[in-house]
Each structure stands twice: as structure tokens, then as C-alpha cells.
């Protein structure tokens, strides 16, 4: 992909069709199990995180990770391809001075190697369509020296939570319907053209492999499966 336009063009889905305020009330759930790994997640990015970290996260949304996150850091940038997401995100984060969103290409990052820490939560190496290595690779070329990375998928353990999660936002109309005969192994698909995969173990271990840095695995709360990249 060779630009934003381009990026949009060849499918990323939430940037089409999931605006900010669709995605607030996607985070919004019901489900003590979802809360509590979100939850999980935040935890796990803040061990690494003293106060002194210049942070940036990939396929920010409307900052609801930035938010989160920004009064353990030194500053966080998010980027994110929907402009209308960054839009609303930069009145969500205006109280926070230590924040900012940028609309940028994840998989075409234009900034300089300036980050102790680059996350990409959530699953985004599957919502950020393209290459997932060359999103690892990006994220990499952004950080100093001994900077870490850190990427997140679901653990097959979450699955029937996973799967519940997204059939009550098909309930809310934030998604189409949940295709039965599609979904399994892993992944979600659903009659609107959304599709989900997910990254094993295995995966996330096959790209830290390729990118030829020190990483290390660890599952977080039976819930997420977690690739940390160190750069040299």
C-alpha cells in the first residue's frame, strides 16, 4: 500500500465502516470476561512503562488506549487511518496534554526512530489489513535502541468470550450479522464483509523469528497471546 487512499481501497474495513462513535460503543460491552481482558491488557502494556517512555500505538482509533495509558508515559502519539476517528479522538484526548493523534499508515510509518515502547493491541496485526510482518517491521523501525515492541492477539482460550463479544456488537448493529458456518478456527466473519483472524502462538513466534530481533510470547489472563520484540 502506498498510501492512505490505497490502504482504504484495498479493504481495511473499520476505516469504511466503523466510525469513532461506533467504535466507543463497541468498547462499552456488558461482559465482565471482555472488560476484565481489556483490562488485562492495559496491565500488561503497563509493566513496561516507568514514566520516562515516549510510547506510540498503531491503529489508535479514538484514543481509547492513549487515554488510558497517557499518565504512565512521557507521551503517546497514536496514529490511525480514519480521519473521522482521529477527529473525534483529538476532542476525547483534549484534556490530556501528554497525548496526540495523527492520521498516518501504519504500514507506511513517516516518523523518525524517537520510541522506547510501539504497541499494536488488540489483535491489529488482522484490523490493519496488509502484511502483519511488515507492521512488525515498522514498528521496529521507530524505536531506539533496546525500544520494545509489543503486539497482541487473542488466545484460543478466549474464543466463546471473543465470540460472544462480537455477536452483542451484531446485536447493536455495530457489525452485520455473525456468519455460523464461517466462523470457527480462530476466525470471525460476518454477512457486512468484516473478517477476523487471529494470530497462534506460532504466528506470533514465525514473525519474531523473521524480523531477526531478541522477542519473547506470554499469554495474558487466558485471554491474549502477546509477541515482544526488543530492538538491538
Not at 471482555?34 to 488485562?40: D, F, S
Not at 480462530?186 to 522477542?215: K, P, Q
Amino acid at each position: 500500500m502506498g498510501s492512505i487512499a490505497e490502504a482504504r481501497a484495498e479493504g481495511d474495513w473499520y476505516a469504511r465502516n466503523m466510525n469513532a462513535a461506533n467504535l466507543e460503543e463497541v468498547y462499552r460491552t456488558r461482559l465482565p470476561r471482555v472488560r476484565q481482558y481489556l483490562e488485562a491488557e492495559i496491565g500488561f502494556v503497563r509493566s513496561f512503562l516507568s514514566g520516562r517512555e515516549r510510547v506510540l500505538e498503531l491503529g489508535a482509533g479514538y484514543g481509547r488506549i492513549v487515554k488510558e495509558l497517557a499518565p504512565f508515559t512521557a507521551s503517546i502519539v497514536g496514529i490511525e487511518l480514519s480521519e473521522a476517528s482521529v477527529a473525534f479522538g483529538k476532542e476525547y484526548l483534549k484534556d490530556v496534554p501528554n497525548a496526540e493523534l495523527k492520521v498516518m499508515d501504519a504500514h507506511h510509518l513517516h516518523l523518525a526512530a524517537e520510541f522506547d515502547v510501539v504497541l499494536c493491541l488488540q489483535n491489529g496485526l488482522s484490523a490493519m489489513k496488509g502484511d502483519p510482518l511488515n507492521l512488525v517491521r515498522q514498528a521496529v523501525s521507530v524505536l531506539l535502541p533496546g525500544g520494545r515492541a509489543l503486539f497482541s492477539s487473542y488466545s484460543p482460550k478466549f474464543w466463546e468470550h471473543r465470540l460472544a463479544w462480537f455477536q452483542e456488537q451484531a446485536e447493536k448493529g455495530l457489525l452485520g450479522a455473525i456468519d455460523p458456518d464461517r466462523t470457527k478456527d480462530g476466525i470471525i466473519v460476518c454477512r457486512d464483509g468484516f473478517e477476523a483472524r487471529t494470530f497462534s502462538l506460532e504466528d506470533l513466534e514465525a514473525l519474531g523469528n523473521a524480523i531477526g530481533c531478541d522477542h519473547f510470547l506470554e499469554e495474558v489472563d487466558a485471554s491474549s497471546v502477546f509477541l515482544v520484540v526488543t530492538k538491538p
